[in-house]
């Protein structure tokens, strides 16, 4: 059997586990890790994979790159719902409390691109406990996805289009709490901010009289 060429696209810590259990299971294959859009440009460039996968990726691909190449990229939502920026934080901002990991073939489009499959989140608890779920599924993702390209199975289904909705990547400014959010927000509304701007991402923030912000890493509901 042809080895098979695998490239591994990450940089969040949560993602490196998941290309950590690449390298420890698929050895037989001829992996290769870029982990900056610096070294993507200098290690991918002109390159042809026969699955890339990216895993946690903020930067875009470049289209003369996806057009020759299977690319699959993880996004922490079901998709088609929350395409776009932030969709971590805009789920728990929004309420919910469990979503999908979706691995995607990757079109020129944000999001839109036929899916290989699905693994179920938790939204709840802190945020690193969301991200533990989010590392678990992605795993799940990987293996199928590398066993798939090894048989020569991959298969993409089109996503349904009537379910889709959009959301924009938060601003750090959006991390504020205001004396309107303290009034007119529930609790639980306050709660689920401050635990989705948890670290690494900019935290909830209140500004203060003498004009400081008074950053809020922790929230609890009695």
């Known amino acids: 059997m042809e080895q098979k060429k695998i490239l591994i696209c990450s940089y969040r810590n ?7 259990l690449i390298f420890l299971n698929y050895q037989d294959c001829d992996l290769t890790w ?3 859009k610096a070294e993507f440009k200098e290690k991918a460039k ?7 996968l990216f895993i946690g990726w903020s930067w875009i691909v470049p ?4 057009s020759r190449n299977t690319c699959v990229c993880f996004h922490p939502s079901d998709l088609p719902k929350y395409r776009g920026g932030s969709p971590i934080q805009n789920q728990i901002i929004d309420g919910l409390t469990e979503s999908k990991v979706t691995a995607f073939k990757m079109d020129f489009g944000i999001d839109t691109g036929p899916i290989f499959g699905k693994e179920k989140i938790s939204l709840q608890g802190c945020l690193s406990d969301v991200l533990d779920s989010i590392e678990y599924a992605s795993k799940m993702l990987a293996q199928r996805l590398l066993d798939a390209c090894i048989d020569d199975s991959l298969c ?10 959009v959301c924009t990547r938060r601003k750090p400014e ?7 959010d303290i009034l ?9 901010k401050i635990r989705s701007l948890q670290d690494p991402y900019p935290n909830a923030y209140i500004v203060c009289g003498d004009g400081k912000r008074l950053y809020i890493k922790m929230s609890d509901i009695e």
Not at 184 to 192: D, F, G, I, V, W
């Open 63 to 66: 289209k003369n790159f996806i």
């Open 14 to 20: 949560w993602a490196n586990s998941v290309k950590d």
């Open 156 to 165: 993409f289904y089109k996503q349904d289009e009537s379910q889709a909705t």
């Open 46 to 52: 002109g390159k042809t994979y026969d699955l890339a």
């Open 184 to 192: 007119s927000c529930t609790s639980l509304q306050l709660h689920n």
């Open 174 to 180: 959006q991390s504020e709490i205001t004396i309107n």
């Open 34 to 36: 870029i982990q900056s």
